[in-house]
């Protein structure tokens, strides 16, 4: 089999078979199958937790069939080729990659030690959502994740739930919680819990996608599969509960703010740097019909205190918080306002996109060690 390969559009589609390749793996468990089929070429790679299955564009080949190359190196010889084009002349066990004058003889992987693919075919609808509303849902909903391999599971996961032609994304690390919902076709009822690791690469895939293109979900007992032009893109589903996050969430509050995201974030983001080696910790005094002050120390450098306006109502309060949590869950929200509700000196702190329930953050608040705060006089 020979393939005629531009370099351009193969890298785009390589780079995506490449990381979801067992990466720490050796031997066929690390590498890429190229398949040929009635004029349509296709990468296929899989981690055992991950599988994608794409279409390459930019690629001939003059006959039907399939090879496993392997990951390393080639794939940095495919990437460092001089020339727009190259070609691979694939036979049993051997290939040969010619581009200029340079020449590459490598060895392949027997096919049949290719891990055994997922298929969709049998596979249920779940819904089908445009590819940049599901990037906003993931970016909005999966900031409370874990980054860490945590048990139980859920906590480095995501919970996709259908709710009425919405999907509904969730995520917490038991400190924090993070909401987010967006329109979804379909009126299926099921969910599913999956890896945060696999998520943020189905996240790197849609970047590549027009904003308004369609993006299929269908799931089996096993996997979740997120179909586009481009890929298929199956997640081994996680076996476990998430848990009832509903009963947590308050349904009124004391006090709120509203107040410029950008602003806020540049305040939290200096107070940050102060106490991000100390004790992480900010203190908020909201004055209702004033200001919002935030205060921050740290024995190494000192106080920090930071005035931040907006619109608040309610009781006065003063409160701590977790400085890069809280930064987490204005950030999280794309809007140029920011709503917060506060519960009291001991409740749950609700981050809010104004006039939708489609955002939510949920952080629970420190005690407070004054002695560890900047008094009201300070600076």
């Known amino acids: ?11 785009r589609a390589w780079n995506m078979a490449e990381r979801c390749a067992g990466a720490s793996s050796s031997g066929a468990s690390s590498s890429v199958m190229i398949r040929s089929s009635a004029g349509r070429v296709e990468l296929f790679a899989t981690d055992m937790k991950t599988s994608l299955r794409c279409p390459v564009q930019g690629v001939q080949s003059d006959l039907d069939g399939e090879a496993l190359l392997p990951v390393k190196v080639l794939g940095d010889l495919f990437k460092k080729c001089p020339d727009p084009s190259f070609t691979i002349n694939l036979e049993e066990g051997r290939g040969t990659m010619v581009s200029g004058r340079s020449r590459y003889r490598f060895s392949t ?41 945590e048990y139980p599971q859920y906590l480095s996961c995501v919970y996709l739930q259908g709710d009425q032609g919405a999907l509904r994304i969730v995520s917490t690390d038991s400190r924090r919680l993070a909401y987010s919902k967006c329109p979804m076709e379909g009126s299926s009822s099921e969910s599913m819990l999956l890896p945060m690791r696999a998520i943020r690469e189905l996240d790197r895939m849609l970047s590549g996608l027009q904003e308004d293109g369609d993006v299929r979900i269908l799931l089996d007992q096993a996997q979740a599969y997120f179909i586009s032009d481009d890929f298929e893109f199956a997640i081994r589903r996680v076996d476990g509960k998430f848990p009832q996050y509903e009963r947590i969430i308050p349904k009124s509050c004391t006090t709120f703010m509203e107040v410029s995201r950008s602003q806020m974030i540049g305040a939290l983001e200096r ?109």
């Open 109 to 149: 992987y027997d096919v049949s030690e290719f891990p055994k693919f997922p298929s969709s075919a049998s596979a249920a609808q779940f819904g089908t959502v445009k590819a940049q509303d599901l990037r906003n849902a993931i970016s909005e909903g999966g900031i409370a994740a874990s980054t860490s391999d």
């Open 1 to 11: 089999m020979k393939l005629n390969i531009e370099k351009g559009p193969f890298i």
């Open 271 to 379: 107070l940050d740097l102060v106490v991000r080696d100390f004790n992480k910790m900010v203190a908020v005094n909201l004055s209702p019909g004033g200001s919002c002050t935030l205060r921050s120390r740290s024995p190494e450098f000192g106080d920090a205190v930071e005035e931040v306006e907006g619109a608040i109502e309610g009781e006065p309060l003063r409160i701590a918080f977790n400085v890069k949590f809280l930064l987490d869950g204005v950030k999280g929200l794309q809007d140029s306002l920011v709503r917060l509700e506060f519960n009291g000196p001991g409740g749950h702190l609700c981050i809010k996109r104004i006039g939708s329930d489609s955002y939510l953050y949920l952080l629970a608040p420190l005690a407070m060690d004054e002695s560890e705060l900047p008094g009201d006089d300070a600076l």
